[in-house]
Structure formats: C-alpha cells, structure tokens
C-alpha cells in the first residue's frame, strides 16, 4: 500500500504508522508526507524517517478548493494509493475526495458520532461523559461522518484536562490508526477447490 499523510501538527500518528511498518505489522509505504503549517514537528519525524514532506501551506490559498487541488498533485505525483489525514485539522473537499473515492482515512479524537469537529476533548470534557476515544474513518464531504472502521474507548478520569485525556486518547489512537491501515490493504482471496 502506497501511504500519502497530511498532518498539521506534531506527527506522532504519522509516526506511529512508520513504526508499525518497520516492525513489519502494516505491509505499506510512506510515500510523503503533506503539511501545512511550517516548523511543525510532524516535518522533523518525516526527516527521520527518510519520508519526503511537502508544505501546502493553506494561507496561500484563497479557497479550500484551490489547496486541494494542489494535495491532489503531490498526491498523484507520489503516486499514492491511500491517504491518511493523521492530524490534518482543514475541512478536505470534494476536490480531494473525489480524486481518492473511498481511500481517504481519519483519525479523530472522540467516539464518533459524539464530538464531530474541532476540540472535540474539550467538547467531551464539557458535557461530562465517562467515557471518550477516538474513531479511525472513511472520509466524504460531511465532516467526520463517514463509515466507522476502527474505535477504541478511553475513560475520562475526575481531574482530566484536556492535556491529559488527550495524552491517553493519542496512545489508543498510535494503536488503531496502523490497525485501521492494516484492514484497508487488498487481501488475497483463498479459493476453495
Ligand atoms: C490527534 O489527536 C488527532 O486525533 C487530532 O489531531 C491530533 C494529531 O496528533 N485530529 P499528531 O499530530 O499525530 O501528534
């Protein structure tokens, strides 16, 4: 599987994919990794890792449409197959869904459909559940409700702040995010004589 990441911040999911796929449980490569904000730290772990980055900075953009355009180019002239959004916090459109239908994957920080959009820990801390997680999903032009493909739960504890319950939320989503990958990859059909 050809991997294409968008990230907008500190890249320990993109991460945790290259380690999943040097420890040989995700069967994939990074092709490159797309950024939008310059100096993040997602950029520092693509040098690490040998994976080419390129910024696609959104403030250069007059419309949403106009940077997913150029997210296409980078994307084809990578030639990725599959792209994940691991932390990409820009609405996509469908300039961008359309290019990849059905290969364009999420990770949010909640149980989907509960907290849909930006500070979505905070929006859980606020109403009070138990309990909270994050979702890995299909993307389509609503924002994050396409088709659930992986969730784990994660507990609120009584002195959580959003720091905290979010540090605890990013070890479960490290974990689902490869898992997520790993069932989205072709599988060879056993045929039965
Ligand atoms: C993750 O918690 C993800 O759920 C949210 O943004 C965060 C990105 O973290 N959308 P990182 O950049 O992968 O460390």
């Not at 088709?147 to 070890?171: N, S």
């Amino acid at each position: 599987m050809k991997l294409g990441i968008m990230a907008s911040g500190s890249g320990s999911n993109f991460e945790a994919v290259a380690q999943a796929i040097k420890d040989g449980q995700l069967n994939a490569q990074i092709q490159v990794l797309i950024y939008n904000n310059p100096g993040i730290k997602a950029v520092e772990r693509a040098e690490r890792w040998g994976v080419p980055s390129v910024l696609l900075n959104h403030r250069d953009y007059k419309r949403r449409e106009e940077l997913d355009t150029a997210i296409v180019e980078v994307l084809q002239q990578y030639q990725v197959e599959w792209v994940v959004m691991a932390g990409w916090m820009r609405i996509v459109t469908p300039v961008l869904i359309n290019a990849f239908p059905d290969q364009i994957i999420n990770i949010h920080p909640s149980l989907l459909p509960s907290f849909k959009g930006a500070h979505a820990i905070e929006k859980a801390l606020e109403a009070g559940v138990k309990i909270t997680g994050c979702t890995v999903h299909l993307v389509c032009p609503e924002v994050d409700s396409g088709l659930i493909l992986v969730q784990a739960a994660v507990p609120v504890l009584p002195l959580d702040t959003p720091e905290t319950l979010h540090a605890r939320i990013q070890v479960q989503e490290h974990r689902i995010l490869p898992q997520a990958i790993a069932q989205l990859a072709p599988r060879t059909t056993s045929v039965t004589l």
